[in-house]
């Protein structure tokens, strides 16, 4: 339900430029996960996170448990990074159970 | 090292008729997940599992809907008779143990029910 929520839905973005995803908690959460969605269906894990930062190539995300939210942020957009973004919180209540936002539709454009 | 797979790719229904969906997750992960995925929308847990298990099914539909997982490697999820709302992608993922286990998924089953 609304226990995950992203934001924005949608975003398209020029080659080249940045942006920022977002995704709020109303459920206490102790890790959250990134992931990738790419036109095929395939999902793909980007980041596994406990409170605190971690960078990738491109892709760098953090989340703060104290304030419930976690970000990804993408420089430089490559039309490969084109996709549906999900977050997914790990509720503290529940060990292992992973609970899956909306998601953002990305598309990067020439 | 293998991913998540999963079978079949498609399923074809007509209301009614029952289904199955078959997962071997990557071995050595205790862990394993049903998800349901509607067009547009991001997955919703049915169930999941810890080696054989049942941990959490609350959000599987017990009328119509069964998952095993009975010697807590591949698992198989059916439905017994579809509905059209049952339309949706059926993923599978898994994990392992530790403090830093990321969740993998299988293609996924898509399934029109007509």
């Known amino acids: 339900g609304d226990q995950v929520k992203q934001s924005p839905s949608a975003l398209s973005l020029q080659e080249g430029t940045n942006s920022a995803l977002r995704c709020n908690f109303s459920i206490a959460t102790t890790t959250v996960q990134w992931f990738l969605q790419n036109p095929r269906g395939s999902l793909m894990n980007l980041f596994y996170?406990?409170?605190g930062t971690k960078e990738n190539g491109r892709l760098k995300s953090t989340f703060n448990s104290k304030e419930s939210y976690s970000t990804l942020h993408i420089r430089d957009a490559q039309l490969e990074d084109s996709g549906t973004y999900f977050c997914a919180a790990e509720r503290a209540s529940s060990f292992s159970k992973l609970v899956f936002g909306q998601g953002t539709s990305l598309s990067v454009v020439p | 090292e293998a991913g998540v797979t999963q079978s079949p790719r498609y399923a074809v229904l007509q209301e009614g008729q029952a289904v199955s969906f078959w997962c071997d997750p990557i071995s050595g992960h205790d862990t394993l997940y049903w998800y349901q995925q509607p067009r547009d929308q991001g997955p919703q847990l049915l169930v999941y599992f810890r080696d054989e298990a049942v941990i959490d099914n609350s959000q599987l539909p017990s009328d119509r809907f069964s998952a095993v997982r009975p010697k807590g490697t591949n698992s198989t999820l059916k439905i017994q008779s579809a509905k059209q709302g049952d339309t949706a992608t059926y993923l599978c993922a898994s994990r392992g143990q530790g403090s830093n286990e990321r969740l993998f998924f299988g293609h996924g089953t898509k399934l029109s029910v007509l």
């Open positions: 996170l406990v409170p």
